[in-house]
């Protein structure tokens, strides 16, 4: 009969192979972040592709929030800038923002800092897409609008890019 008092090598095994795990779940979501920021369900979803155990998964999460290396505010600002120089409109930026675990309080405040912008890139995808001139008809003009549509862009802002291309 084994006394209680003694310590088991195999409990002693356990910390040991628990806190190897943990590090080398810290270690991969830092590799991640090195790259490029992450919002925290992206990580998430990433790390448990990983197999790492879930519980794992939540305190590495804590700590690099509570560090601050990882941030929604932070991923935020960086996705809408990203995709707001690739062309792409408010409403489809909102809807990957969504998708990513992003909610509207860290969503409208990036999104109304370039509020002044978005016609103006909506009329510079037009152009670059179609070229300086008015469409000639109803089915081009529909095609330019489905097209800036499809971006992301309201009905007020491709109105206005459509309207620029006629002034010119």
Known sequence: MSSPLIASPLADSDTDDSAERYQRAYASALRLLARREHSELELRRKLIARSVDTALIE????????????S???????????RFERGYGPA???????ERGID????QPALDGLSDDWIESATRQRSKRFGLGYPDDYRERARQMRFLQQRGFS???IRAALASAGDR
């Open 59 to 70: 305190q590495v999460l804590a700590e690099l929030l509570d560090d601050n290396l990882l």
């Open 72 to 82: 929604n505010a932070r991923f935020t600002e960086v996705y809408v800038r990203g």
């Open 92 to 98: 489809r930026i909102r809807a990957e923002l969504r």
């Open 104 to 107: 509207d309080a860290l969503q």
């Open 155 to 157: 009905g007020e802002q």
